[in-house]
């Protein structure tokens, strides 16, 4: 910022105001912690991935706290070593990148954290079996056989091609495969469950189902996630 230093901050663009608004709240010495409120908005994007870098390194070097407001998913996950998710005025969670990823506690960080976000599914307890659109998908454990109809989670990247009928899975009607380049983003909407879209990620390596297939797509394992209310439900696994 050494060549903004004798302007005038009336003849400066957006982006350099905002910089120096940056510098002013680090140079202190009188604080204990500084906040920033969305801090990047107006700064074009090749110099946002510097100065987070800058940022971070500044956070390290001087030990300050920081406190970053921020909408951008990626920006707080990548910034932060501790991220509060708020939703309607309240703190949901809080907590590392990947416990916010892998076990979110609320629908809301379920649907925020990940792109695209988590798949929810309608799901209820018959007998002692859990079922999505009627087809039995796991066992019911202690804290689902009283929980009546929840919601399954589980993220894009944990949904898998299945064979027919076999565990864990349901029959889906694709419809969009998108070729992300990385990855292909299947969408389908499970057969019986009134059009509920569910997507996927899929390698590229691997076949692509298209639009009009009826494909099964394993939804229950390890990362599968159950909530009441929007509520994590505790003691729930595959």
């Known amino acids: 910022m050494s060549g903004q230093l004798d302007l005038r901050a009336a003849g ?9 608004s940056l510098g002013r ?26 100065l987070r870098r800058k940022l971070k390194q500044i956070h390290h070097e001087l030990k300050l706290t920081l ?22 005025g309240r ?22 954290i990940g792109s695209p976000g ?8 018959a007998r002692s079996d859990v079922e999505v659109a009627g087809y039995r998908v ?30 864990g899975a349901v029959p889906a009607l694709v419809t969009q495969a ?9 969408t389908a909407e499970v057969v019986g469950n009134d059009g509920t879209a569910i997507r996927a990620r899929l390698a590229p390596h691997q076949r692509i189902p298209q639009a009009g297939e009826t494909v099964w797509l394993a ?10 209310n929007d509520e994590l439900i505790v003691g729930a696994t595959a």
């Open 12 to 20: 400066l663009a957006a982006d350099a105001k905002q910089k120096i």
């Open 25 to 50: 709240g680090l140079v202190r010495e009188d604080v204990s912690a500084v906040l920033f409120d969305e801090p990047l908005t107006v700064i074009d994007p090749h110099l946002k991935w510097q």
């Open 67 to 88: 406190i970053y407001v921020t909408h951008d998913q990626v920006e707080a996950l990548t910034f932060a070593e501790q991220v509060v998710v708020m939703t309607r």
């Open 91 to 112: 703190a949901v969670q809080a907590g590392s990148a990947s416990e916010l990823f892998e076990r979110p506690q609320h629908t809301f960080v379920g649907h925020f």
């Open 118 to 125: 988590m798949n929810f599914l309608p799901a209820r307890t």
């Open 138 to 167: 796991a066992s019911a454990t202690n804290a689902l056989k009283d929980a009546g109809s929840f919601t399954l989670g589980v993220r894009p990247e944990y949904v898998t091609l299945a064979s027919a009928n076999a565990d």
């Open 178 to 186: 998108q070729d992300i380049g990385t990855y292909w983003l299947l």
């Open 219 to 228: 939804i229950v394992g390890p990362h599968t996630c159950f909530y009441r």
